[in-house]
């Protein structure tokens, strides 16, 4: 039997959970053909009526003041300050250290609470700031009865829409940034559950990763592999973060190729076995918009890196062999109600904070896009689970490779969304309407923070006081070029 896909692309973008991002795809509120879930299958979506707890949590001695979930009506959320995505924040959102389901995804306005206090002790919260973790985006800007605006993520909708949401898919570690990356990479994070950082030197421990990748797999069994990174490409100032993490994964042997670069090659059918995508995460200086969309930039910029993306990959020569998909690292503090179900550790050995790695993180957005997926297909695999480790499981039966750790070995095979029958249609995805102004430099986020932290450790190099995206750009290129501590 012919192989169902030859290329497999990943595009990984910033913390955003599913209900936040594709919570309302199909909703009885929308137009169609958001308002009914095709051919009789089950989404599992947000509703109006899920709520977190202002004060306490159910059962408390004070009275809660519930905060239902409700459309986003700005495309930068939250409007300032972080929303806490913290191991512990995590703890507190998910309630798994609480007894009884009544606790469960019930802690996100208390750790949104907890955060902002913390930015800013000597701040009036509102009700407005302690809300944001429940608003999510709509597939467009008006319901069916014509109520709106609201904010849509049109991009990610449409192409879930027009070929496969999975509504299961969740992090990796109940975690950040780092450790989810790069469980996407080697299928661990060998025993991280933070990002670490600069003011204990705990940022370091990422040089000490050794760990092989899926990048190092393929390469060995004769499959290719490459990284293209929107604000990378040769002779960059801006380091791909999968380097920084991954000291396994050689840059000489593993040369950053830029998005330009991967419009070409997807044009021409040049496409790699493996192709992982990384978006800007701070800017450049022909192009300072970060478009990772963490938070709290305006997600248009990332829906423009999705759409350019898939009309690379689709109007590409090898479009028929090729299977795209779109997910994000964690879900950046966003609720979400489903609580993350049970996983197989990596190892058996405890972790940081004696976390034993057998619990996923929060649900984030997972889209696959391939012309051997039905359009509205909801893609729900019960048998296994879903996580970041699918991308490597799904590698690994494309290609007969041995699995990394008994994470991905057991994780499920998202090449199973792929049918026989090859569509003629290409659904047309229209170019963003990108914001008509936006802040040009603005206070390097958490995100931005530990990854000049990390360049900088990995180079042995102090990192000064910074505090803008313009200072951390300035501070990259003074760094950039010396070798890295974990290049091999």
Known sequence: MAAKFNHLVVLMLENRSFDHMLGRLYHHDNPDPYHIIPRGQVFDGVSDDMFNTIFGLPGADIPPTAINAHRAKNFAT???????????????????????????MQGFIASRIAALKADKPTHTITQAEMAEPMAGFSPTTHTATGAGPFSDARVINKLARDFAVCDNWHASVPGPTFPNRSFLHAATSNGFVSN????????????????????????????????????????????????????SI??????????????????????????????????????????????NRDIRWGEDLMQKVYKAVSTGKSWSETLLIITYDEHGGFFDHRFPPAAIPPSFVPGEDDYLFTQLGVRVPGVLISPRIQTGTVFHPTACFVDHTSVIRTLCARFNLP????????????????????????????????????????????????????????????VPHLKTEEHGRAFLKSVASKPSKTAS
């Open 78 to 104: 939250p409007v300032e300050f972080d929303i806490g995505h913290s191991f512990n924040n995590v703890k507190t959102q998910i309630g798994g250290a609480l007894p009884g389901a009544a606790f469960q």
């Open 250 to 295: 050689s840059p000489t042997e593993f040369k950053v190729r830029s998005i330009k670069q991967f419009e070409h090659d997807a044009a021409n059918g040049d496409l790699p076995n493996y192709s992982f995508i990384e978006p800007n995460v701070i800017g450049s200086d022909t192009n300072w918009h970060p478009n990772d969309q963490h938070p």
């Open 196 to 247: 670490g950082s600069k003011k204990d030197n705990s940022i370091k421990k990422w040089s000490q990763h050794h760990a092989p990748t899926i990048f190092n797999l393929m390469k060995q069994h004769g499959h290719s592999a490459a990284i293209y990174h929107d604000g990378g490409g040769p002779g960059s100032d801006f380091p791909a973060l999968v380097y920084e993490l991954h000291p």
């Open 403 to 462: 699995p990394l750790t008994p994470r991905d070995a057991a994780a499920c095979d998202l090449s199973s969304v792929l049918g026989d029958t090859v569509r003629t249609d290409v659904p047309e995805i229209p170019a963003v309407d990108l914001p008509a102004s936006e802040p040009a430099n603005m206070p390097l986020n958490d995100l931005q923070q530990d990854y000049i932290a990390l360049v900088a450790a990995n180079r042995g190099v102090e």
